[in-house]
């Protein structure tokens, strides 16, 4: 099986400029996805201006999405803002998407990428939202992971991005941020699903 994705991971912050230019700019390319489902799990913490939309402050999440025990469903999702008091809580999940392989970890010989987890959520300041999160596991250290996430509301407006271009959003690499964003062996199922605070139309 063959999907197209926009972009391919060859320095985390290639990745991270790649995804601000999605989807207006930058060719498409073809990558084998695997033929079995895994799943992630994450936690950790950024600074963040939340898109310039407040003054640098700590984010904190927990999420965790994939294929588990044959489902495409599983995971869970929390993200606090401290710049602007934003709460989020996953309600259901929606797709867990193969975002690009980076090989086999040298270490431990699992195999680290990047994976889409979405679904939807409450929040105490949009309501309810489609959210997105991009991670990446850069392998071991784990210094070289990295989080996106985006929230959009039921109106198809994006009201809530992570990412800057000015801002780095790999875990650890400045000393600001932590955590630890890990991808686990296959376990049956297939990628996929709805994803529209990512992929719209």
Sequence with gaps: MHVTVLYRRTTVSVLWAALLAWPT???????????QCDFMTSAGWLNTTAHETHPLAKATFAVAGG??????TWGHLDYTDEGNGLNVTSTSITAYIWGGNDGADPKTGRAHGTRFICGTATTNLFGDVDFGVMANDGGEPRNSDGFIIRLRNKAGS???MSENPQEDFTLGSSGSSGGNIQLHTPSGGSFGGSCPAFFQG
Excluded: E, H, I
């Excluded at 294929?67 to 495409?72: E, F, L, N, Q, T």
């Design 67 to 72: 294929c588990k025990d044959g489902s495409v």
């Design 25 to 35: 700019a930058g060719a498409a390319q073809t990558y084998t996805q695997p033929d």
């Design 158 to 160: 994006t009201v809530y």
